[in-house]
Antibody, heavy 121, light 112 residues
Framework: QLQLQESGPGLVKPSETLSLTCNVS??????????WGWIRQPPGKGLEWIGT???????YYNPSLKSRVTISVDASKNQYSLTLDSVTAADTAVYYC?????????????WGQGALVTVSS | EIVMTQTPLSLSVTPGQPASISCKSSQSLLHGDEKTYLYWYLQKPGQSPQLLIYEVFNRFSGVPDRFSGSGSGTDFTLKISRVEAEDVGVYYCMQSIQLPHSFGQGTKLEIK
């Protein structure tokens, strides 16, 4: 069974870059069978899909964040990463990594436990 | 973007009683392959969301049969036949027919 685990700084200053990593176990990040996504949840609010990466090199981003987001992979470590540029307080959220089997027509089956990132000076 | 709207936003249920949550999408979630790409998740307190139902009515592995999903097109319902204490949390619907993936606002279930 796949297991995902987020890691990264819990505090980021406004205007700086948020960086998180998702470590994957129980499956290969290089597999063509999986898509690797990021979803966030501001405190007390709902869920927002950020974007998804496939090992083929294709990335898909939410248009609302596209100009600031990059998702990349480090296959040698079986992990993938999220960077979000020019953060503001509105980017304070719990960030989840989650996998799905297709970019569309697919649920997010396995989730990490989430990483809280606070944007504050 | 497809907008997902859930009602009610909260409900309080006595253990053993049924519960029902509605989810409406701003566009039909019926694909040309005749499947409908609507999902239900439960986020228990302090946990990450977990998949309950996929493609409207299919229970994910390990999900108790007191959970059932129904609906078509733009109108969907999640029902819990007999609520148990472990069912507390926030329920979300999600569509996966069009990017960006989008979720409902969530429905918080509490036990009376």
């Amino acid at each position: 069974q796949l297991q995902l685990q987020e890691s990264g700084p819990g505090l980021v200053k406004p205007s700086e870059t948020l960086s998180l990593t998702c470590n994957v176990s129980g499956g290969s990040i290089s597999s063509s069978s999986y898509y690797w996504g990021w979803i966030r949840q501001p405190p007390g609010k709902g869920l927002e899909w950020i974007g998804t990466f496939h090992y083929s090199g294709t990335t898909y981003y939410n248009p609302s964040l596209k100009s600031r987001v990059t998702i990349s992979v480090d296959a040698s470590k079986n992990q993938y990463s999220l960077t979000l540029d020019s953060v503001t307080a509105a980017d304070t959220a719990v960030y989840y990594c989650a996998n799905h089997l297709q970019i569309l027509k697919s649920s997010f089956d396995y989730w990490g436990q989430g990483a809280l990132v606070t944007v504050s000076s | 973007e497809i907008v997902m709207t859930q009602t009610p936003l909260s409900l309080s249920v006595t253990p053993g009683q049924p519960a029902s949550i509605s989810c409406k999408s701003s566009q039909s979630l019926l694909h040309g392959d005749e499947k409908t790409y609507l999902y239900w998740y439960l986020q228990k307190p302090g946990q990450s969301p977990q998949l309950l139902i996929y493609e409207v009515f299919n229970r994910f592995s390990g999900v108790p049969d007191r959970f059932s999903g129904s609906g078509s097109g733009t109108d969907f319902t999640l029902k819990i036949s007999r609520v148990e204490a472990e069912d507390v949390g926030v329920y979300y619907c999600m569509q996966s027919i069009q990017l960006p993936h989008s979720f409902g606002q969530g429905t918080k279930l509490e036990i009376k």
